[in-house]
């Protein structure tokens, strides 16, 4: 079992910063995948970021170059930093773990951008 705990959501301005932060309640160097997606209202949730084998990163396009996944191994925290947010960027915001194959989700955190 793996629990997680997202922060740092909420209001900016398009152009603004954020970074969200999910700590799990175990190492994360024992978890296949972590990354984050979001749900936009009446969509399925849709990949944004994520780390797969420890190594492998993989973006969406709609995020390149402007979000950064990344992973602080003594705080068992996943990081996504978010840079030049845009208004479509607007929705909830899921961490998301893998260990021996089974998925966890975090709670979720909502961001807002506004134009």
């Known amino acids: 079992q793996v629990q997680l705990v997202e922060s740092g959501g909420g209001l900016v301005q398009a152009g603004g910063s954020l970074r969200l932060s999910c700590a799990a309640s175990?190492?994360?160097?024992?978890?296949?995948?972590m990354g984050w997606y979001r749900q936009f209202p009446g969509k399925q949730r849709e990949l944004v970021a994520r780390?797969?084998?420890?190594?492998?990163?993989t973006y969406a396009d709609s995020v390149k170059g402007r979000f950064t996944i990344s992973g602080d191994y003594t705080r068992n925290t996943v990081y996504l930093q978010m840079t030049s947010l845009k208004p479509e960027d607007t929705a909830v915001y899921y961490c998301?773990?893998?260990?021996?194959?089974?998925?966890?989700w975090g709670q979720g955190t909502q961001v807002t951008v506004s134009s």
């Open positions: 998301y773990v893998e260990r021996s194959l089974i998925g966890y």
């Open positions: 175990r190492s994360i160097s024992s978890l296949n995948v």
């Open positions: 780390f797969t084998g420890g190594s492998v990163i």
